[in-house]
């Protein structure tokens, strides 16, 4: 499967949080000859590597005059701080890198991607342009500051509730700061909106809340993002207390959809359930051994996320828990690009019911099978979601919205812990890092670059869909 050592890798790295051994670099002979002008670095890229304040090395495996190699020397030809060198079979064991592969030298940093398959070509400047941003932000001591809001019950991302109690207690937040130390999180407390959210912040994260925004709170959210800045919310309508071993979920979308209204993304109140795609795990009966599938988890594979968005980048799926549908209106926002990145399969219906239960159960489908629309995204010069004020010029605001109630969380230790045993058995699985699919994985892959685009220049993301250099 393409991208599963990249996959295996950050696996380790997340759950046990242990720090890979980094190769020195040593003197090579340079071997990098000059570019065909319809070979160079995007405009993004250029501009992120004359920024540079030390010397940056890139020492390559690959075979001579592929894509790889012309992409490293597109770079080296867009900065002098740029060395580009190819290595021989037993200096890139000593790296590091496996068949085809980059190692990179910045001021005391050391980082490698051992293997880069053909198939990753198409994004390939992109990931490297990640991987020198993450980087140089290290060594030279550049931190992005991420609000979380606080003070409505949310979902926390520092509540443990990614495995069993008994496995431990990690946290997205905790995954994500000690692994990638340049992102920090600032609760976000708005205190019923007496007081504005910092301007330095670079976004604002909403998860899912327990109880309701007051419309001074969404201007002050609304202001920040005026400003310029990126909201990403991480939210629906199904609400689930910790511990309820039914997953009964009330709808209720808690004023969010007043927001999201203005900025032309329109979110339901009700749960979209896919009989097609969805998480399914093997579970013992008295029977034997069955498939039991939770259509209220969807399972949404690279045909329907949005490959060139930079969220879902390298993704090759991601589960969606308790997901509800949304609708975008371009037309209120005609100064900015609005689109749908993520949808459901062709056989999801939805559910508006006051009261639901998600959890281990018998699903007959009820109602019209549809495609449903579950993430969108607002990018540009937007207009205030309340009144006639906008985004400055020069200035680029940005609206993501992925409605999961559960996306940062593994659904079933949250409602299992501390002592459901069905459940937390199912919890193991959802969380199984060496499992294909990998859901509990692929929701920190998304989250880290969710992190990466709130940080990096907008421009940048556009690279996942630039044709690789030839």
Known sequence: MRSRARV??????????????KPSVVAAAPV???????????????????????????????????????????????????????????????????????????????????????????????????????????????????????????????EANLLPAAAGKPSVREIITRNFPTFEFVDVDLRGGAQPIDETLEGLVVTEPERDLTTTELRRIDDFVMHG?????????????????KMLATLSTHGLERLLDGYGIELHRDVVLDFERSFQLSAMTQSGVATVRFPAILEVDRDRLDASFLPFFRLERLEMPFVSSLAIHPEKQPSATLKVVARSSAKATLDASDALELGLRTWKPRGEYRQRDIAAYAQGK??????????????????????????????????????????????????????????????????????EAIALDPALAELATRAPCR
């Open 382 to 451: 937007m207009h205030s979601a309340f009144g006639a004020s906008s985004v400055p010029d020069g200035a680029t605001a940005r609206v993501l919205v992925v409605s999961a109630a559960q996306m940062t969380a593994n659904p079933f230790a949250r409602a299992g812990n501390p002592g459901d045993a069905v459940l937390l058995q199912m919890a193991t699985s959802y969380g199984n890092m060496e499992a294909a699919p990998a859901p509990l994985l692929d929701a920190i892959l998304f989250m880290h670059n969710t992190l």
């Open 8 to 21: 295996a890798a950050l696996a380790v790295l997340a759950l046990l949080a242990c720090d890979a051994r």
């Open 229 to 245: 800045r990126a909201l990403v919310v991480l939210a629906g309508a199904a609400n689930m207390r910790a511990g309820d071993t």
């Open 32 to 158: 990098h000859d000059a570019q065909p002008a319809a070979c160079r670095a995007s405009a993004a890229t250029e501009r992120l590597l004359r920024g540079l304040r030390q010397r940056l090395v890139i020492e390559a495996f690959a075979t001579r005059g592929d894509v790889l190699e012309r992409t490293l020397g597109a770079l080296a030809d867009a900065s002098r701080s740029v060395e580009v060198r190819t290595v021989d079979r037993a200096r890139a064991d000593e790296l590091g890198i496996k068949t085809r592969g980059v190692a990179f030298a910045y001021g005391a940093e050391r980082d490698v991607i051992p293997e880069i398959e053909s198939a990753d070509d198409g994004g390939l400047e992109l990931w490297i342009a990640m991987k020198i941003s993450e980087l140089r932000d290290k060594a030279d001591a550049i931190h992005h500051r991420i609000g979380v809001l606080v003070g409505h019950g949310e979902i926390s991302l520092g």
